[in-house]
DNA sequence: CATGAATGAGTGTTCATTCAT
DNA sequence: TATGAATGAACACTCATTCAT
């Protein structure tokens, strides 16, 4: 009678261990051994749930992108226009340590993605859905009337989006440069400038 | 007598292949043999010009940073206020081939800076130079009555550092999605809303 | 359930192997492949075991000792004063293959030592111990009254200890010029003089 | 009109360099490009002066072994028997720096003669030659009644040898054990035992 | 299911040697 | 002669992967 094993639920707890690990210590820290120590299985076991150390770091990366998918849930429930906007702008900021991790996350992943078409294509599928998001809350903005005359959603969400990817950089590698106060105020700033006069 | 060898100039000649593989093939594939190859000099050879790996990569941004600050000189030739920032917001995009090599270039120490702080230190003081530049510029502009009453110079710099960098990563990992048109219309949107109503 | 290693019996193993690499082919010739091959493990396998070459090295260094150390017990059992210190002595001299192997392996680490704090002390403390051995035994000779009248068991010790290391290392070097015969009639010349008249 | 050079005295100023370089560093430290450092000259230099770095050491050891040989016609002028004997001993004992240098590089080469024939014959030569001189100056104090009766040249020349490498070896691996004082002591201790009653 | 021992190719680095100048 | 730039094989070591238990 072999024991059975929830293969989705291990996996998920194996994963959080290795965002981790990848975000504290980059991924030439991630070897599969420091991986099976810090999730507490051995290098064996991980390859019961993997297929290899490519499947373990990309689906740490798409492990972190389903909760940070299903925070959006949490936040956005009940807001709509400018609020939703705003409530999703400063979700995807790292505004404490959680965040900052998802943020380190992210940027290890964004240059590794650069040469590996698998990994840029689970980093784009995330990128397209937050990218839909905010091009939705615009237009409800628009038609709310909570919008200057002229504003181009699609436009409008790229430079949004540049801007808290580009804060976030700033953030993780300069913290002495930009608090989260700062961040905050850079994304009410751009957001105030949408509003019309 | 033997034959004399320009070391700062050989550096530089070896710099520029590194650079290349780096952007091409990111670090993985940057390999002491693979930079070898790739320079047509041998491993040992690499060995005379560079401490170690180590001296190779963090050469190898600081002389990309070199290059880049050398061309603001002539970009910014001449201009002042908001065409000063908008040469020097547009220059730092990925807008042609060589630049798009900076951008990936810049993305993977990115992510290799967040736990090497020799490293942060190289890109902090490149970040910090052009940071000095665009401050001074929104400063210009303001006293030129450029800008809208109430703009901050140092906020509004942040703003549009992080929407550069932002906006560089996103066109480098989606290129479908980002035309070097619509990068530049992203920093115009962003400077029309400077301007006095 | 996976294979259980002994570790501790597994690194006798191998360095019994390394001892014998060592002695026949010198440090030069003790390369982590050679190593490896000689002992019919892969050199990832070493890496198990050890903490990199030096500890290969030191370990071997120590692994002889602690073989010395445990013949002096059986060598001993039951002799005092000067018939102890003979049988001490005679032990310590390369009269057979495997204390030819010793021998060698001394004498390499002896040269290895001079630049190496680490290898001196493990040299240092088997020194001491055979030290300590040969002055209890002049004591117990004199209590005796097996020496001569004042024979100092420090300075006497010290040249009976220079003495056998001397001829060890010119036997091993000259095997020629010094049979077992010649090395055992040296050291009871030098014996035969601590005796009263 | 080309340079000429005194072959042989640039040899000898050359391995002046790398007798102190070996006797400090080890043969680990002895590279060409530190050789050369230390000696002043570049490593092409070396090459027009020696076949390689073999003939480099091994000439390094001769050169050193003249010099001892040059010191002992002036060390035992006017002197016979066991005073010529004494003299000899004392002279190849680590007693002041020069001398300390000297054993330290007989011991390195002492292991590396262990799988090196041609560097075991320069050394087995200059052994052979300082065991002809003291058994040449027993056979002259037995001679001149200096020594016991039924005192073997022969079997007490090689006790003596073994006992100066013995103590040098000690000497240099354990300074805080024995002093110039105690080597000199054990010295005089031995030869004390040669005299008649 | 789970283990961890074992593999061996690949890494950065060193260094004796060669040779055009 | 003398230089030092250049080579490339050899080194110690790391690590993803495999697999007998």
Redesign the interface.
């Known amino acids: 009678m072999p024991k059975i094993v929830d293969h989705e639920a291990r996996r998920r707890e194996l994963l959080d261990a290795v965002v981790r690990v990848i975000a504290e ?5 991630a070897t599969t051994r420091a991986l099976a120590r810090e999730t507490g299985w051995s290098t ?1 076991a991980l390859a019961h749930y993997f297929a290899g150390k490519a499947d373990i770091l990309s689906s740490a990366l798409a492990f972190s992108h389903e909760r940070i998918k299903a925070r959006w849930a949490d936040q956005l429930d009940g807001l709509h226009g400018l609020a939703a906007l705003r409530a999703l702008l400063l979700d995807n900021l790292p505004l404490d340590e959680p965040r900052r991790i998802e943020t ?1 996350l992210e ?9 590996d078409p698998g990994l ?1 294509e689970i ?2 599928e995330e ?1 397209q859905d937050l990218r839909d998001r905010v091009i939705a809350s615009l237009k409800e903005a628009r038609t709310a009337g909570e919008l200057a005359a002229g504003t181009d959603p699609v ?2 969400a ?2 949004l ?7 976030s ?2 953030a ?3 913290p002495d ?2 608090t989260a106060k ?1 961040l905050k ?2 994304v009410d ?2 957001l105030a ?1 949408l509003s019309p ?1």
């Open positions: 210590d980059g991924l030439e820290g064996g380190r940027m290890i992943f964004w240059s590794q993605a650069l040469g840029r980093q784009r990128a436009r409008t790229e430079r989006l540049a801007l808290i990817d580009g804060l950089a700033h993780v590698l300069y440069r930009l700062d105020a850079a700033d751009e400038r006069p």
